[in-house]
């Protein structure tokens, strides 16, 4: 059953205000990969303590870099289930995974950290992963 929404909504703000797309349906987020070229980076949000409460820094960090992704997408797992479901069709080779984020370039996966690669790590670790990712294909 979902989190209230008051409860996931601040967490929801943090990638939004980033420039990130969120994506609440399957159609949305098939609408939205479809007429999206270049580079996409997907967020899976989370509601996950240690992983989602280090994720959503990390990704606004990395967004500071001056190598940026033509686009920027979001879902929430475990809120917007139909959402999520659709976008991790877009994932393939990779298990469902929140959080986790995805640069896709030309529709195909080009750099993905899941959330073992996310746990445990600092935010600017994972920053600099995701810039390094930035800088080699954006």
């Given amino acids: 059953?979902?989190?209230?929404?008051?409860?996931?909504?601040?967490?929801?703000?943090?990638?939004?205000?980033?420039?990130?797309?969120?994506?609440?349906?399957?159609?949305?987020v098939e609408q939205a990969m479809g007429a999206m070229?270049?580079?996409?980076?997907?967020?899976?949000?989370?509601?996950?303590?240690?992983?989602?409460?280090?994720?959503?820094?990390?990704?606004?960090?990395?967004?500071?870099?001056?190598?940026?992704p033509d686009h920027k997408v979001t879902v929430f797992a475990g809120q917007d289930i139909e959402a999520t479901a659709a976008a991790r069709r877009h994932l393939v080779g990779y298990p469902p995974s929140s959080p986790s984020i995805a640069l896709l370039k030309e529709g195909d996966i080009v750099f993905m950290l899941e959330r073992h690669q996310i746990e445990g790590r600092s935010?600017?670790?994972?920053?600099?992963?995701?810039?390094?990712?930035?800088?080699e294909h954006c």
Avoid: K, W
């Avoid at 967490?11 to 609440?24: A, I, K, S, T």
């Avoid at 935010?123 to 800088?135: G, Y």
């Fill in 37 to 68: 070229d270049g580079t996409v980076l997907m967020a899976v949000n989370s509601v996950c303590g240690c992983a989602a409460g280090i994720f959503r820094p990390a990704v606004s960090m990395a967004l500071e870099g001056e190598n940026q």
């Fill in 1 to 28: 059953m979902p989190y209230p929404e008051m409860m996931v909504a601040p967490m929801r703000h943090e990638l939004v205000r980033e420039g990130f797309q969120e994506l609440r349906d399957s159609e949305q």
């Fill in 123 to 135: 935010a600017p670790a994972i920053a600099t992963d995701l810039q390094a990712a930035f800088e």
